[in-house]
């Protein structure tokens, strides 16, 4: 990894907040950090789970990630 | 919550057939908020459209997998199903329960749930539908901390593995399915409960050929049991079925006379490479030719039996039809030793490499079967670092052609076209 984990968890919560869709596939924040193993950015992505900073939106098939008000904000849309 | 009118579904359980709505209908007696699962499809049938949301936030603290969120866009007039949330429990290896295990479950889920299961789904895991937010977390708790269950996996990850009943029953497992299946669980708890990949990922372990657990039309990576010796054959009893003293087929098939046993047109001329005779009133088999289609032992179990240096093959790449039709498994290693032994090293090394290539090549959504059809078989055998074999070309008669590389050709592609063309017209 280039980037330290701190770094990387900030990388990935600027991402999450700019995209225009609040949820977002794991490989979109494979460029936060190129020089990063897909697992690290896996454990790094579900790690900011754990502490609330981002939360898991799940199809049932298929999981994303995004900010949690982000996400409750379109589900109450 | 009010029965509801359903006279479209009501036309369902006027067939010869066993309907759910009668089966909702009953559950209903003492769940009510059943009644808005029959009035909601109701209304999608009359409307033509699914009155449920597509997914959500949802799970229980610190899994990404297990539930699924289900939420009515109509709550206000089916108020029992505003959440209506999927749990997917881990099945035990087999599928053995005891009835107290049961009995405890569905306790659980009269207590928390609306009391409707499937089981099983085609994962394998037991699903129990329908709950609301608050009560997936106490839910989880009495499941893990009173009965010692976990949740299955859903979304893109780890899917519950599942295996055939191997060697606890079965005389055919060419190895211990029951014990791969739990230390693989073990071994990759994290995959199962939080989401590592680009869609989801099954592996499924069948003892042998037969395939009980559909391994290779369902799982990405189907460890199934085979040998790389000869078929066991005991002559004698050959001889018994020819005679007919053994009922063929284990006496499966026996509610209809089927006639005399004819081992020449219900055995050798069935055979798919035609690796089977009779001479001097024995049987051969050119075992060199069988492709393990496991038919002659499954007529004649007691004459013939896998041989004894066994293992697995593994076939990488099925899925089921949601994209781009169905596919079964493409076999990549014809044959590894599956044992505890080596900490089932073999098959697990294999299994993070496929991972590791996946997540990094896989786009979104594509299983790993669609990402080896998109990159091609060449391709990936050559990342897994396996050698091709002639079993790996899968029409050889109507596609001979090769591609070769320039390193694995002598004097590379840089030639004299001249001196080639004096001995060759274009």
Partial sequence: ????????????????????????????????????KPRDIKNVANEMVREGRLAFWSSGSTTMYGIPSRIQNEEGA | MAKR????????????????????????????????????????????????????????????????????????????????????????????????????????WEKYGSGVTNFHGSTGDIILLGTRTENLEPFFWDLTHDMGQDLGGSGSNLRTPANCIGMSRCEWACYDTEEACHELTLKYQDEIHRPAFPYKFKFKFSGCPNDCV????????????????????????????????????????????????????????LCPTQCMWMEGGELKIDDKECTRCMHCINVMPRALRPGVDTGASVCVGAKAPILDGA?????????????????????????????????????????????????????????????????????????????????EVEGGFARDIDEFRAKHKA
């Fill in chain 1, 1 to 36: 990894m280039a980037l330290s984990k701190d770094e990387l968890k900030k990388a990935i919560e600027e991402k999450a907040l700019q995209s225009p869709k609040p949820q977002l596939y794991i490989k979109d924040f494979y460029a936060c950090d190129p020089d990063a």
């Fill in chain 2, 5 to 108: 009118e359903t006279p479209l579904l009501d036309q369902l359980e006027t067939g010869p057939w066993p309907s759910f709505v009668t089966d909702i209908k009953r559950q209903a007696e003492t769940k009510p908020e059943c009644w808005d699962i029959l009035g909601i499809l109701e209304l999608s049938y009359k409307d033509r459209i699914t009155h449920w949301k597509h997914g959500g936030i949802v799970g229980v603290f610190g899994y990404g997998g297990g539930i699924v969120g289900r939420y009515a866009d109509v709550p206000e007039l089916f108020p029992g199903v505003e959440h209506f949330h999927t749990i997917r429990v881990a099945q035990p290896a087999s599928k053995y329960y005891s009835t107290a295990n049961l009995r405890q479950l569905m306790a659980l």
């Fill in chain 2, 214 to 269: 559909a391994a290779i039309a369902r799982s990405d990576i189907s460890v199934i049991g085979t040998w790389r010796d000869n078929i066991r054959i005991d002559q004698a009893a050959v001889k018994e079925y020819v005679a007919g003293n053994y009922a063929p087929n284990g006496g499966a098939h026996s509610g209809r006379d089927w006639g005399k046993f004819d081992i020449q047109k219900e055995v050798i001329e």
């Fill in chain 2, 327 to 407: 596919q079964f498994s493409t076999l990549i290693l014809p044959f590894i030793k599956v044992t505890k032994d080596n900490d089932f090293e073999e098959l697990t090394e294999f299994i993070e490499k496929v991972w590791d290539w996946w997540m990094e090549i896989g786009k979104n959504r594509e299983r790993v079967g669609e990402t080896m059809q998109r990159v091609g078989l060449p391709t990936f055998l050559s990342v897994m670092g396996v050698e091709p074999i002639p079993q790996h070309v899968k029409e050889p008669r109507s596609n001979p052609y090769i591609f070769w590389k320039e390193e």
